[in-house]
């Protein structure tokens, strides 16, 4: 998990990982938590609490895997978060 904090109405946090035997569920109905990744990886998943932030892809692994890869990315400049220190 990360989190990049300058200001508690521009913390952004992101959880990703292997969650094919976790249920996960908590995450969104606990901490209002958002599942970005829409397709089949395997169990593979990206949890945000800001989805604009983030943009995903996937991508068939170099590796003989069922799991796909999952690219991030921020669709949104790190200094938009720092502001006025």
């Known amino acids: ?5 300058h ?12 969650f094919n035997q976790l249920n996960t569920e908590f995450l969104v109905t606990d901490y209002g938590l958002i599942q970005t990744v829409d397709q089949p990886t395997h169990g593979d998943k990206l949890f945000v609490n800001l989805p604009d ?3 995903e892809a996937l991508f068939k692994s ?3 895997t069922k799991h796909l890869a999952v690219a991030i990315s921020s669709t949104t400049p790190v200094s938009h978060f720092r502001g006025n220190r």
Do not use: C, E, P, W
């Open 1 to 5: 998990m990360t989190a990049d904090s």
């Open 7 to 18: 200001s508690d109405s521009h913390r952004v946090i992101t959880i990703a990982g292997d």
């Open 53 to 55: 932030v983030y943009s």
């Open 62 to 64: 170099v590796i003989k």
